[in-house]
């Protein structure tokens, strides 16, 4: 059984910044877009970037500018770049990704989540 493993998240003050990492071990087929997601406390969970096998990027319009999102296929990890934080960007944030095989997802994944807090 696959899955990703996260690492990177922390305490920071705003205005600094964080690396996070997420790793797919296990998995045996490609991978499809890869994404990271963030959780505010009693708040629902929201899409963040994501980035094609290709290298295509999305940000929300939220972290535009300030987030990079960037993928390694051989590695199958996938790295967010987080500048200028903000106490708004505070929350979990999960990588997750499809398992794909014949063209079809067949196995969606999350990670475990790692927790970043910026301070104002």
């Known amino acids: 059984q696959g899955q990703l493993v996260e690492s990177g998240g922390g305490l920071v003050q705003a205005g600094g910044s964080l690396r996070l990492s997420c790793v797919a071990t296990?998995?045996?087929?490609?991978?499809?877009?890869m994404r990271w997601y963030r959780q505010a406390p009693g708040m629902q969970r929201e899409l963040v970037a994501d980035?094609?096998?290709?290298?295509?990027?999305y940000y929300a319009d939220a972290v535009k500018g300030r987030f990079t999102i960037s993928r390694d296929n051989a590695k199958n990890s996938v790295d967010l770049q987080m500048n200028a934080l903000k106490p708004e960007d505070t929350g979990v944030y999960y990588c997750?990704?499809?398992?794909?095989?014949?063209?079809?997802?067949?196995?969606?994944?999350w990670g475990q989540g790692t927790q970043v807090t910026v301070s104002s």
């Open positions: 296990g998995i045996m087929f490609r991978l499809d877009v």
């Open positions: 980035i094609t096998r290709e290298g295509s990027a």
């Open positions: 997750n990704t499809d398992e794909m095989r014949w063209g079809a997802p067949v196995h969606n994944y």
